[in-house]
């Protein structure tokens, strides 16, 4: 029986990759996506290169769809051996010039969007006999790379917003994962955060250095992590990195 993975933001960049890549291993993927068009024609795509994938609709940012989806899938498959919480948004402003309405829109994707699907896919993963939970931040996280205002991450001075809601997702990670090991419910789930590094996708005007194919490296990794692999931890394809 071929485990089921369940990728959110995946009708294109990442993860659309990462459902590719997860598929080319065998699993069973259910492609996320808001937009129920772009879902079904990536769908088209990744079905002719062979891949059993569906598209399944959800907007991260309400809760009424979340949990539309969360009952689709209970009703078509039963369990989620693999949550990817990847849909997020990047949308550049000054900091000096950020407003909360600004910090707001980001967070409700890549934070609070977040928290919701887990929050309804629990049920699903803890029927799995080892589920796993990657969230996809990004290396902006890290406050011990940005305090160093050498680096990118302490010049840059249009993602507040964005690089603020991934630190958010490291806390998550964590906070989960201390209580999952707390509960006999879900003690079997392993959790994470990963980051694809600087790819070029649509968040960011495809400027990275590094592929999609590149950066989904890490997310299969650790979507596809041993009983005793880490738990709770940030990671870039080359291991650990400092919070």
Do not use: C
């Not at 690089?163 to 994470?192: C, E, G, P």
């Amino acid at each position: 029986m071929s485990r089921i993975a369940f990728v959110t933001g995946a009708n294109k960049g990442l993860g659309k990759e990462v459902v590719r890549q997860l598929g080319q291993a065998g699993m069973t993927m259910l492609l996320g996506s808001r937009d129920a068009g772009r879902g079904a024609e990536a769908v088209a795509e990744l079905r002719a290169e062979g891949i059993d994938v569906q598209s399944i609709r959800i907007d991260v940012t309400s809760d009424a769809s979340v949990i539309a989806a969360a009952a689709q899938i209970e009703a078509e498959h039963g369990r989620v051996d693999i949550l990817v919480n990847n849909a997020g948004m990047l949308r550049r402003v000054p900091t000096i010039e950020t407003s909360a309405a600004n910090m707001r829109e980001t967070y409700d994707t890549n934070v609070f969007g977040l928290v919701r699907v887990t929050r309804q896919m629990l049920p699903l993963l803890v029927r799995s006999d080892a589920p796993r939970i990657v969230n996809v931040a990004s290396t902006s996280a890290s406050l011990a790379l940005t305090s160093d205002p050498a680096t990118m991450f302490g010049q840059s001075d249009t993602i507040l917003a964005y690089a603020s809601s991934k630190t958010a997702i490291l806390m998550l990670t964590q906070h989960y994962a201390h209580a999952f090991q707390r509960s006999a419910t879900h003690r079997h789930i392993r959790i994470n955060s990963v980051t694809p590094g600087h790819i070029a996708t649509d968040l960011n005007g495809h400027a990275g250095t590094r592929t999609v194919e590149q950066g989904a490296r890490v997310v299969m990794t650790f979507a596809t992590l041993p009983d005793d692999g880490p738990n709770g931890g940030f990671f870039n394809e080359d291991g650990p990195l400092p919070w």
